[in-house]
């Protein structure tokens, strides 16, 4: 953790809720807002327990929290099924035949499902799983394209007490065996291909590549998506057409206990190995149906587009789970936003009637870089509410995000989470919240964040200091699975009796959250979460190299790009051919994410007396070509020389 925070920004612009807005939210005005959080404030047990009885329980939880620090359990002794509640609950009414799923895929394919259409789906895929030998507990790994398919494998684990590990379509077969193996998946799941960016990427081929190593995987499920030609492994591959049509569609949900795994999902962090992101099954859905219903105002007659890869936390909580849980309508698309053309996300909008658009700021700032002429191309006024997700969103994004896209109209939700947290944490409610372009606003009802020091102490308004979540949260991830001490020393050993997030942030004197980014050793590109040292042991396993330090530096558009420092085995000389290796190293090794933007050949890295690399003054010079902070720990001043003069 870095010593010292500053914060510079000071935005001042205001944007209250409009009237018609207001009036039709679903929590309206200022006064409602401010009561939900001093009710939730004082007694956060009950406000979460009243979300909780909007879901359908089988059976009814004793306690609301039990809490053993670090270690949470929420709603403890209850029982419910995730699916059912995503599904068989709404088929006894007027969304029983109501669309859950408009799907477009990247090559123009289009597909919708009624809620009676997914359950049965999900059902039938249950009982494929079944017949392959899953069961309670068992780990599914799921490495699809954006596909329905993919909200149905999910769906079918969640159905028998499967416990779902869904890996980025867009991870390499190395970091796909990681992941396979850590998790101890069962069975796979994957399709022949997905199309990006009018290509195919060749997912069973990865997957048979990283299979190679998993000999846990006894089956492979296969999905037809792109006809494309692939190996095939009589004894293990099934495809999916074929197991779903000798599948019955009946398979009752199983009632499974509040705290049973849901799933795991691997994220990075600032050691090497990713952590698998431990989530159950009533604090997490509880969490997340409340926020999607709140701070995405869902009603029934709304189209919710989160733009997010399923592959991540958003795509899990946002795209699948908690508008389902709501019943709401919700749109995938498979593929790359400017494909064929920058209009595509503006032409689905309109096409769909699209109400509620949840996206990214890194794609925000791509699209003002592309201009005002793609969007306005189409039909937009179907859009009442725009929100944002993944890093800072700088307030000239913010503006542009809501004169262009919500034409002055549309209120911004900019939410602040982490796949740790399973659901939103510090977010305005846009019937209810006076907006300040750039910050998240406040904590949702219920969640005690804080900016403090070192040592747990808040940091008096305007001053930087250390996100924290003081109480436990019904979402909150419960463990690193397999890895409880890295959990606690990873999340709640860095400042005394809170939930470390990694983020720096201020507080306003308003109370308005200002989130600053990390700081540990994780960057975000595109919003992609990159830890530094994955990155590094990956170019350090490379035969031609001795060191390497990552840092990120500031990129207009992906918010922060890859700049990789390289020292290389003595007998071998730098060239910009070695450079071009390197970084397709990376691509290959963990994923087209992680590809560095530049690879700096250096003699030495400058490091502490300790030995520590000096990732700051890294960052310094990667940045700008200066270093300006303290240098006194330093143990070669002439490194510095050197980095400087290799300019
Ligand atoms: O640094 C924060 C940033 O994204 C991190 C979490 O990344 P990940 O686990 O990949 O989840 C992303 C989607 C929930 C946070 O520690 N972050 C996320 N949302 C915001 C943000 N930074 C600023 N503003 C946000 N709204």
Not at 341 to 368: K, N, S
Not at 578 to 595: D, F, M, P, Q, S
Request: proline letters at 6%; glycine letters at 10%; aromatic letters at 10%.
């Amino acid at each position: 953790m870095s010593a010292e925070i500053e914060s510079y920004s000071t935005e001042r612009q205001i944007f209250k809720p409009g009237r018609n807005f207001q009036k039709r939210a679903i929590i309206s005005g200022p006064q409602s807002w401010d009561a939900a959080i001093r009710k939730a404030e004082k007694n956060p047990e009950a406000f979460w327990e009243t979300a909780a009885r909007e879901l359908l329980w089988r059976k009814p939880w004793k306690k609301a929290l039990q809490w053993k620090p670090p270690f949470a359990r929420w709603f403890v002794g209850g029982k419910l099924n995730v699916s059912e509640n995503c599904l068989d609950r709404h088929l006894d009414g007027p969304r029983r035949h109501k669309v859950a799923v408009f799907w477009e895929g990247e090559n123009g394919e289009r597909r919708s499902y009624t809620y009676w259409q997914l359950h049965r789906e999900t059902a039938r895929f249950a009982n494929v799983l079944k017949s392959l030998g899953v069961a309670k507990g068992d780990c599914v790994a799921i490495y699809l394209p954006t596909i329905p398919e993919l909200a149905v494998a999910m769906l079918a684990a969640s159905r028998i007490g499967a416990v779902h590990n869904v890996i980025f379509g867009g991870f390499s077969a190395e970091a796909l065996k990681e992941r396979i193996l850590d998790a101890k998946a069962k069975v796979l799941v994957t399709a022949d291909g997905g199309f990006r960016k009018g290509a195919v990427v060749a997912l069973k081929a990865c997957a048979d590549e990283a299979l190679k190593s998993c000999p846990g995987v006894a089956k492979v499920v296969v999905v037809k998506r792109c006809g494309t030609e692939v190996a095939w492994e009589p004894r293990r591959d099934v495809w999916w057409h074929e197991a779903m049509a000798a599948a019955g569609a009946s398979c009752p949900p199983e009632a499974l206990d509040s705290e049973h795994p849901l799933f795991i999902l691997y994220t990075s962090g600032s050691t090497g190995k990713p952590k698998g992101i431990l989530h159950t099954t009533g604090g997490y859905l509880t969490q997340v149906a409340l926020t999607t219903k709140w701070i995405f105002d869902l009603k029934d007659a709304d189209v919710f587009w989160c733009t997010a890869d399923i592959g991540w936390i958003t795509g899990h909580s946002y795209v699948v789970y908690g508008p389902l849980a709501n019943g709401a309508t919700l749109l995938m698309y498979e593929g790359a936003p400017l494909h064929p053309q920058p209009d595509r996300f503006w032409q689905i909008v309109e096409r769909y009637g699209v109400t509620v658009f949840y996206t990214a700021p890194t794609a925000i700032r791509m699209f003002i870089r592309l201009g005002e002429k793609w969007p306005a191309r189409h039909d937009l006024s179907s859009l009442r509410l725009l929100g944002t997700v993944g890093e800072p969103i700088n307030p000239e994004a913010w503006r542009w995000y809501h004169r262009v896209i919500g034409a002055g109209r549309c209120p911004v939700v900019d939410t602040w989470w982490q796949t740790e947290t399973g659901g939103i944490m510090i977010s305005p409610l846009p019937g209810a919240t006076a907006l300040k372009p750039g910050s998240a606003s406040r904590p949702f009802p219920g969640i005690s964040a804080d900016v403090v020091d070192r040592d747990g102490v808040p940091v008096p308004a305007g001053q930087g200091g250390y996100l924290v979540v003081k109480r436990p949260w019904p979402g909150m991830l419960r463990t690193i699975h397999g890895d409880p001490e890295r959990y606690k020393s990873q999340y709640w050993s860095q400042i005394p009796g809170a939930y470390f997030t990694g983020d720096g942030a201020r507080k306003d004197k308003d109370g308005y959250f200002w989130i600053m980014g990390r700081i540990d050793d994780v960057i975000k590109v595109s919003g992609h979460r990159l830890g530094t040292a994955e990155i590094e042991s990956t170019l350090v396993a490379h035969a031609q190299v001795a060191e390497a330090a990552v840092v990120g530096r500031p990129d207009d558009v992906t918010g922060e790009s890859i700049v990789a420092f390289v020292t290389l085995q003595s007998e071998y000389h730098p060239d910009a051919k070695l450079g071009e290796t390197l970084k397709e190293y990376v691509a290959k090794n963990i994923g087209a994410i992680a590809r560095p933007a530049e690879v700096r050949f250096t003699e030495a890295l400058p490091k502490t007396r300790s030995g520590k690399i000096m990732r700051r003054l890294l960052r310094e010079i990667a940045s700008n070509g200066q270093v300006k902070g303290d240098v006194t720990t330093l143990e070669d001043f002439s490194v510095l020389a050197r980095l400087r003069e290799e300019e």
